[in-house]
């Protein structure tokens, strides 16, 4: 299955508790149901051009832009050079945040790009090194 509307809008916390919520654009990986797309600014270039031969990559993007959204403590841009720049896994460096962090977030967020064959990291590793998300949510 691939969400394909993962967003800090969709994403709840409850005593410490990360949700994902709102499935309304929910598909089977195999595309045998209408394809939905969410928010743009969270899905890969590929899901806009209307390339469903990676659906199970998709989330992955999304995840990678919520958490670079959150960290930046601003909307993701609607469209403009800085949108397609993010669409290729271009992002400025974050000020005070770690390297490591810095590297993990675009590992996450280039795995979910359908041209990039990279092994994508475990949830137990994104989550390791995710507490930023209890500091800024």
Do not use: W
């Amino acid at each position: 299955m691939a969400h394909l509307d993962v967003k800090p809008d969709n994403i709840y916390v409850k005593n410490g508790v990360y949700k994902l919520g709102d499935f309304g654009c929910a598909t089977l990986l195999d595309s045998s149901l209408p394809i939905e797309e969410g928010d743009a600014r969270y899905m890969p270039q590929e899901i806009l051009n209307e390339n469903y031969d990676h659906l199970d990559k998709v989330d992955i993007f999304s995840l990678g832009a919520s958490i670079y959204e959150i960290i930046r403590r601003l909307p993701l841009p609607e469209s403009g050079c800085q949108f397609f720049n993010l669409k290729e896994g271009k992002f400025p460096l974050l000020p005070g945040h770690s390297l490591h962090l810095q590297n993990l977030l675009k590992v996450i967020y280039c795995f979910g790009l359908m041209t990039v064959n990279i092994t994508p990291p475990n949830c137990f590793v994104i989550f390791q090194h995710g507490g930023f998300l209890a500091r800024v949510m």
